[in-house]
């Protein structure tokens, strides 16, 4: 979505992402589990500033392409936003359907999901530099 996604070229080019402000993530039907995770991603400094620093992959229609694109479009605009909450609904449906299917499921899960992604996204990256 061209909206989010310069929401996320905007966190990443502000260069300063460590002006966190609060800012919520509406549930969208048992998601607090997820926006939780997230939340809690997104105030740690590092992991921010790698999400919103890192290039998508060239395989733009993978799964995890998709997933990580959503997930830096909530950060930036998180991070860029004026209003008190987002209901991240474009990130929601990039999951899997174990976690979109409007079901409580386990934080530690999606934990794993999403570090999981992450880490097979900046490896791409890292072997695309390397080409």
């Known amino acids: 979505s061209d909206d989010t996604s310069s929401f996320a070229a905007a966190a990443a ?5 460590n002006h966190v402000k609060p800012l919520g993530l509406n549930n969208l039907g048992n998601t607090c589990y997820m926006n939780s995770v997230l939340q809690a991603l997104y105030l740690s400094d590092p992991y921010r500033d790698s ?12 799964k995890a392409a998709k997933v990580w694109r959503e997930l830096m479009a909530v950060f930036g605009f998180l991070t ?5 909450a987002f209901g991240p609904r474009q990130f929601v449906s990039t999951l899997p359907t174990i976690f979109s299917n409007q ?5 530690t899960e999606f934990l794993k999901f ?5 880490h097979a996204q900046q490896q791409q990256q890292q072997q ?4």
Do not use: E
């Not at 080019?13 to 992402?17: C, E, L, P, S």
């Not at 860029?80 to 008190?84: K, P």
């Not at 695309?128 to 080409?131: E, N, P």
């Open 128 to 131: 695309q530099q390397q080409q």
């Open 103 to 107: 079901t409580q499921q386990d934080a």
């Open 114 to 118: 999403v570090l999981d992604t992450t």
């Open 13 to 17: 080019a502000d260069g300063n992402t």
């Open 51 to 62: 999400v919103l620093g890192l290039k998508p992959s060239r395989d733009q229609n993978s």
């Open 80 to 84: 860029l936003s004026s209003r008190r």
